[in-house]
């Protein structure tokens, strides 16, 4: 072997494992034909895992939006295998915007990477914001300027009610 290309010794690969898990999840874009299938079925995976598992919610969480060239796929990948770990969509209605299917692993609960997701999609540009909050969630989603935009609602067994954020003024450099 080469000097320099020996294999790292197990303490200096627990510490390169160790610095990999607290790296910055990787942030992505992409309409659904950006894609690949991989990404596809690991981000279904998840919000299936969480709306349809863990949440108890017997629906058809594929409802044909991921599919519409409007709707863009947001999420943050962990660094160290590239499985995403929070996700939400946005799909593009008329004048605003819809976000939807916000969730996170819930071994990463806690990190702040929905807000990072909300607050990346926000600065995104000018227009209107709308989503269905499950009732729980509202002073979170408050926390960015929403707010409650009509009567509570019961969708698959869970209290949902619907918010709203104006367009907000742009800032002048």
């Known amino acids: 072997m080469a000097p320099g290309t020996e294999p790292a010794e197990p303490a200096e690969a627990a510490e390169q494992a160790e610095q990999a898990a ?60 590239d499985a995403p770990i929070a996700y939400l969509r946005v799909k593009t209605d008329g004048p605003e915007r819809r976000i939807g299917r916000v969730v996170t692993h819930p071994a990463h609960r806690g990190d702040g990477l929905a807000a990072r997701l909300l607050d990346h999609v926000l600065a995104d540009g000018p227009g209107s914001f709308v989503l269905d909050a499950q009732a729980h969630l509202i002073a979170w989603y408050e926390r960015f300027g929403f707010t409650v935009d009509g009567p509570l609602f019961v969708e698959d067994g869970i209290a949902h009610l619907p918010m709203r954020r104006e367009a907000q003024a742009q800032r002048s450099m």
């Open 22 to 81: 607290h790296r910055d999840p990787v942030l992505h874009t992409a309409t659904f034909d950006e894609l690949d299938a991989r990404t596809l079925y690991a981000l279904l995976r998840l919000r299936v895992d969480v709306f349809v598992v863990e949440q108890a919610c017997a629906y058809a969480e594929l409802d044909g939006r991921d599919l519409e060239p409007s709707t863009t796929h947001v999420w943050l990948s962990d660094p160290s295998d």
